[in-house]
């Protein structure tokens, strides 16, 4: 399976004119093949076939999930064949997604497919050509212009190099019954990409001495309730989704979302609660972490986790838009979040957290989070050492760093961070080599921002 959906979006892309290759006859291509069909059918009941005939334990919610974020598949390259394995790469049908397959299986024993789909950095051979400033404007106003006419975004996106404006768009409607177009001053709610901002945090005690990468939980939170969470979990792993920590998202936040005010509310709620694996062992994406993370800036700053980020990230990277007020306070610029329903968009207020966290909510405007990205590359925020592994591999499956979403090498090296809930989307893509900045911000459910800054990452103009 694909990563996060705020990480399959990322960073990467295919020319349109590549010819789809056969495949062999082989029983490792069929099973490849049918997955494939399957998946770009978007049909439950095909894809819930395919799982019984292989006896797959994974639920179809994820593949339907895969299904509306890509648009499906194409093959484009056969790396590998055998009778037994194949490796494919593919291409996503609606997005620049190019990921690489594996598919092995036994003759006659459905029970032995191993199946796996990896995104993956875009070979040389298959990179997307460049566009000079003229032409990514119209490249991107062509795009814009069909989603707006699909209905299917609205919002703002922003490009700069080096503190220049090579493009901005906004487009869309922040408030639908009120027939409020979205300005430049527009505030999007950011989901996930508020992790940015606590992991700078964090990573700002760090560099004051007050924290190591290996600091221990509950070297911090003293009275944490749980001993392996307390004793096992480092700062590190917090920071990488690689602490075992879990989600926050389910039957349990459904029934207390309106309740759950602060992080300790968080923390009374889900604390008492297990690792999911062994700190370390594994990759797997963790909103409770990030509350942790915040109620550990509350401990070491004094102070709540609004009131410390406002003061040491967002005022001196000259932020004047962001911030995390309450879901019912009024906040005239806000654009209202719109949530597929059936045919028609419908308000997403009933999944809405009392307030944004540490993990994730909060408000911003594109020229916000072109100002945080920039501090961040002068050192406002961070020493040059911390930045540096903060926005370089650190992850096993090496997409993440501390706090951010990483791809790339050399001049194409990026960070930056996506966020995505019913009726909020949003991505933040830097390449700090040529000092370039796309911010694409949306209203509606993903990927409505993260495929158009997908667009631009991949075209912008190649530095000088």
Known sequence: ?????CLLLLF??????AAAPDLPDTPAAAVAREWIDAV??????RLQAFKERYRRKAPVEGLLEL????????VVRVERSEPSTIRLLVSEREGDGLARLEASIEPGKPESLKLGVELIERPADLAIPRLDAAGLAAALDRRIDAAVAADAFSGRVLVTRNGE?????SAGLADRDAGTPVGADTQFRLGSMNKMFTAVAILQFVDAGKLTLDTRVGEILADYPNRDVATKVRIRHLLTHTGGTGDIFGPEFDQHRLNLKTHADYLRLYGKRGLDFEPGAEQRYSNYGFI???AIIEKLSGTSYYDHVQAKVFGPAGMRDTASPL????MPKRAK???RDGDHWASNVDTLPWRGTAAGGGLSTSADLVRFATALMDGTLLSKRLFEQATAAQAPDGGYGYGFGVAGNGAQRRFGHGGGAPGMNGELMVVPASRTIVVALANLDPPAASRLAEYAIHRVPAAD
């Open 1 to 5: 399976m694909l990563r996060s959906v």
């Open 12 to 17: 990467i892309a295919l020319p349109a004119f």
């Open 40 to 45: 770009n059918s978007g049909e439950r009941a």
């Open 67 to 74: 299904r509306a974020n890509t648009g499906g598949f194409d």
């Open 165 to 169: 404006t090579l493009y901005e768009r």
């Open 292 to 294: 942790l993370l915040g």
């Open 327 to 330: 879901e019912s306070e009024p």
């Open 337 to 339: 979040g719109y949530l």
